[in-house]
């Protein structure tokens, strides 16, 4: 007979709160460790069972089994429910497990329904790395069933309540009670009690089936003795992606030799695919290339008409009209007012809306016309500024003798020129006599511009001098010499 509540274990240790579930293999109890003010979990053998013959054996796995997961929780893992304590009471076998808060996964989907594949693959996950641990232990949970899967909050699953020694049958009972859940267990299981990791594996399949869909898998039992077959779960939730609906089918096809082998196979077929890296890129090409960008090619295409500039659409204007419309009928509206009253209001409301075209387009006219005086008035007075600023700069006293020097000889050519010129044609046309006086006219007025004379290296001697009378003149012209004398001095000078 089931313990009630508030009946006490082990001098008071624990004290029974209520029966949490019952089957055909044990009794669930949650109860309070009054040391530690802790909420705890009892779980039993069934008494009923006591007469069966394997009921020894059965206690012995019990037990075994126990120690085992007491071992596990010595290093425990976030995804597996703690064993805090083994005790026998009287006759019966005691395991303490920690209490996990929260709603499992059956009581999950009843509420809201098929779950999302983001929020039931990271739990699954997380209950499939803590079966490979038990995996690796030497256990077999075999009751991987939405029921003893505990949601804490989001994203946060714990496994919770093995199933201890279910290979054991007793003879008392039937087959249907060994499943303990149909749909989610495999037909080995049910028919010879199979421990092997396959087990595990079938019973998360079909709880993730369960989960994404909202409705139980079809048996194991069907599908092997009636030849049904299994719906797959994209067919019910299309919005699952191909990867998840494979992983389903291969965990929970009917032959355990057909399934993944091992716990970790299957969890990476829930994996997505990672994106291949790139390969590694040498120094000599991680170097930026900034290129220029293309400029706009405004030339004309021949054969190809140009493209006109997109009008402006003058929204605010077309936005305050509107306004000033609604305002208008609004007033006119609420007046009352009549037809004439009406027109008058259109005349204004047009009339005004011409006034302020015509003025942006006036303010647009002359905005343009002072940006062209101004254009204008700059381009005119930076030629003429900047010539006069270099002029203005400050000289060096040698370089401003230079330019005074420059200036009085550009003012005094062009005269000295001119006169020279005019002297030289005059004498071409008048009388030897009067010839001479203007050739020495034109001795006179070259003076100035020619350069002094340098003394001969050796001066002539007594015989080779050869003086020049005042009246003597040589010129040499155009090529020519010319040479005019007045007196017998002068023609006797060689």
Known sequence: MPWTAGERLQAGKYVIDKVLGQGGFGITYKALHVELNRTVVIKTPNENLSHDPEYDKYIERFIQEGRTLARLSQDPHPHIVGVIDLFKEGAIHCLVMDFV???????????????????????????????????????????????????????????????????????????????????????????????????????????????????????????????????????????????????????????????????????????????????????????????????????????????????????????????????????LAASNASYIVWAWAWVWAVAWTWAWAWAGAWALVLAVAWGLAVAWGLAVAVPVAVPVAVRQAPRSPERAARHRASVRRRALRPPARSAARSTWRAAQHVHPRSRVRCLRSLA??????????????????????????????????RGSETRVSESPETRMCP
């Open 101 to 331: 808060p929260g709603e499992n996964l059956f009581e999950t989907v009843r509420r809201r329904g098929g779950l999302t594949e983001t929020e039931i693959v990271p739990c699954i996950r997380q209950i499939g790395e803590a079966l490979a641990v038990v995996h690796q232990a030497g256990l077999v949970h075999r009751d991987a069933h939405p029921g003893n899967i505990m949601l804490r909050s989001i994203n946060k699953a714990v496994l919770i309540d093995f199933g201890i020694a279910k290979e054991l049958v007793p003879k008392t009972r039937s087959s249907k009670g060994i499943a303990g859940n149909e749909g989610f267990a495999p037909y080995e299981q049910m028919s010879r009690g199979s421990r092997e990791p396959m087990v595990d594996i079938y019973c998360l399949a079909a709880t993730l089936y369960y989960a994404v869909t909202g409705q139980r898998p079809t048996t194991s039992l069907a599908r092997k003795l009636h030849d049904v077959s299994l719906t797959p779960p994209k067919q019910i939730n299309p919005s699952i992606s191909d990867r998840l609906n494979q992983a389903i089918l291969k965990g929970m096809a009917l032959e355990p030799k057909d399934r993944p082998q091992s716990m970790q196979v299957w969890l990476a077929m829930l994996e997505e695919p990672k994106a291949t890296p790139p390969p590694p890129v040498d120094r000599v090409h991680r170097k930026e290339v900034v290129r220029p960008k293309a400029e706009l090619n405004s030339e004309a295409i021949p054969g190809k008409p140009a493209t006109k500039s997109p009008k402006i659409i003058p929204w605010g204007w077309l936005a305050g009209v509107l306004l000033s419309y609604l305002l208008i009928g609004y007033l």
């Open 444 to 477: 006179a007025i070259r003076a100035p511009y020619r350069p002094e004379p340098t003394a001969p290296r050796s001066s002539p001697g007594p015989a080779q001098a050869c003086p020049r009378a005042p009246g003597t003149t040589s010129s040499r012209l």
